[in-house]
């Protein structure tokens, strides 16, 4: 029986306990969940329906949990319920309720986690979106493993997806950066500010290749040959390079296309209509104090020039006309300032700041080598960069590690501690089991031991206490995708792999042999223990695909 399942019974009984006692049913909720104790010797799920609808109908709460007590007792499955404290319901499963659940994950495959929770949500995901002056540097490398684990969670509980990489090709920066191309084609030094690496005489180098005549070309003409065809291909490079990641986007977003297509003039005509423009000293600004900013945002200059701000309001708009319910976007740790201005640009658009629009911000990633932080990249020269980590651990190591940790706060990758294979390395010891239950499935096989067809599988055998931990464990699995999707938090579903499913399949492995030992009898307790550990490794490899990491079969 799944903890969803359960949850469907309590609510039945309350329904029966309702109409046995002529109570309005209109209290009672569409539906209700069962939580895991913390205690496990207060029985193998909890429920608090009791407490919940106690004032509704007017019923004591423990008088009320007494009589779904009773009813919930008479239902096959639960062993036994206890009243504890105010209401509270401890249920307890006998042995072939809990062990059924071993059937219901090796059946759904893939399916097992998923959900309709979000169904119904149409969100935009737009995350890493790193200018194309470099390679992407380590905090763009979080965001990536972080946004894309997302937007996989998102997909597994129902919600209709859209994730997003806008691409600047304008602006001061770019102008450096073909500046810097210029000079390195040219043998000079970089422009004070501009940008160093060995990278930036490579692509002028491809740039020469590309266009053999650029160097006989004024230095104006030159730079924009250089800008067009270097930005084109650092962003080739990005592309690939997060594409060796494991990550592809939906829709790699040009801001040229926001100019080209005049959308920043439909944006300004839009907040006119609202009422939330104005004109001072020449320059039209937006009023963004009016939703809690700390001052009025200036979106087109009195020579005319756009700012950078009206076409953030330009783009969200034109995702809010594509159907996007719920624009996402994931931003750096310098990026914090930004808050209340995009928060007041939506409401300046007539939405609803805290549905329409969220804001993420992940912080810094410190890559460390001897304990010390790795500070420059090789190749890039001043920062640490997705290729610099790849090398270092490799991609599952990276893409856990980044993903493993709450966005909000900062992380050190240690280059000793991602690469050991050992057990104190997170991501090889969720790897780790995965291999092991595919090399007990191999094993199984070679001594003639086969799952056997479903009907005949005997749940009520996997009585151990360790086989009770890890089917419970296992429950747990579609809630977590589901609370991890809504709280936009991948990494609840690495800690959970780690301290809940790893941790308790060792602990069952150690005391509940799968295989027949010498020329022992397969029995039906050994078929019942390759269920559990087939149902074991699909609850390992599907959340390791959330997380973008592979499940190996063998290490």
């Known amino acids: 029986m799944t903890p969803a399942e359960l949850a469907s019974v309590v609510l039945a009984a309350a329904h029966a306990v309702f109409n046995q006692r002529g109570l309005d049913s209109a209290a009672l909720p569409e539906r209700t969940v069962v939580e895991r104790p913390r205690n496990p010797e207060h029985g193998d799920y909890a ?20 009589a779904l007590a009773d009813e919930l007792g008479r239902t096959p499955g639960v062993k036994s319920v206890e009243i504890a404290g105010p209401g509270f319901l401890n249920i307890r499963l006998d042995a072939a309720a809990a062990g059924q659940l071993a059937r219901v994950i090796v059946e759904a495959g893939a399916e097992y986690g998923r959900s309709d929770r979000l169904a119904g949500e149409k969100i935009n995901l737009e995350f890493v979106s790193a200018n194309p002056t470099g390679p992407v540097h380590i905090g763009g490398v979080r965001w990536a493993a972080v946004g894309d684990a997302l937007s996989r969670l998102l997909r597994a509980t129902g919600a209709d997806v859209g994730t997003e990489y806008y691409f600047n090709d304008a602006g001061s920066q770019i102008d450096r950066f073909a500046r810097s191309l210029l000079a390195a084609a040219k043998g000079e030094s970089a422009p004070e500010d501009g940008y160093g690496g060995a990278y930036i005489a490579e692509i002028a180098t491809e740039v020469q290749a590309r266009r053999p005549e650029v160097l006989t070309l004024d230095d104006d ?9 270097g930005v084109a291909l650092m962003f080739d490079e990005i592309r690939s390079s997060l594409r060796d990641f494991g990550v592809e986007f939906d829709t790699y977003f040009n801001e040229k296309d926001l100019h080209d297509r005049g959308e920043l003039d439909l944006a300004l005509t839009r907040l006119r209509e609202q009422g939330h423009l104005y004109e001072s000293e020449g320059a039209t600004w937006l009023r963004t104090t009016d939703f809690g900013d700390d001052k009025d945002r200036v ?29 996402v976007i994931m931003l750096g740790a310098d990026h914090h300032g930004y808050l209340g201005r995009m928060k007041a640009m939506a409401a300046c658009f007539g939405d609803d700041p805290e549905r329409n629009l969220e804001i993420l911000i992940g912080q810094l990633v410190n890559l460390l080598r001897d304990g010390a932080p790795v500070r420059m990249s090789k190749r890039a020269g001043t920062v640490v960069t997705l290729e610099d980590l790849v090398d270092a651990i490799g991609v599952d190591a ?12 900062p992380i050190d990758i240690d280059v000793e501690l991602w690469t050991r294979a050992t057990r104190d390395n997170p991501v090889y010891y969720v790897q780790y ?4 239950t595919a090399g007990v499935a191999r094993n199984a096989a070679e001594v003639g031991l086969v799952q056997g067809d479903a009907d005949a599988f005997r749940p009520e055998l996997l009585g151990h206490e360790k086989e009770n931990e890890l089917l419970k464990a296992l429950a747990e699995f579609p809630a977590v995708v589901a609370t991890a999707a809504e709280l936009r938090e991948p990494h609840r ?16 492995y150690d005391n509940c042999r799968v295989l027949p030992l010498g020329d022992e009898e397969v029995t039906d307790l050994h078929r019942a223990r390759l269920w559990l550990n087939d149902a074991t490794r699909t609850v390992i490899a599907n959340g390791l695909h959330l997380l973008g990491v592979s499940a190996p079969e063998r290490m």
Do not use: M
């Open 47 to 66: 429920s608090t329906l009791a407490l919940q609808l106690s004032k509704k109908v007017s019923v004591p709460p423990r008088e009320l949990a007494a």
């Open 299 to 327: 979106l087109r200059k009195s020579n005319g020039e756009w700012t950078y701000f009206a076409a953030d309001c330009a783009y969200y708009l034109d995702k809010r006309e594509r159907g996007f319910e719920r624009v």
């Open 398 to 409: 990276s893409r856990y590690a980044l993903a493993r940790y709450s966005s909000d706060s």
């Open 493 to 508: 579903v690495a800690r959970y792999l780690e301290e809940s499913v790893a941790a308790s399949f060792h602990r069952f």
């Open 433 to 436: 089991v995965a291999a092991r």
């Open 221 to 229: 003409a030159a730079q924009e040959v250089f800008r067009i065809e």
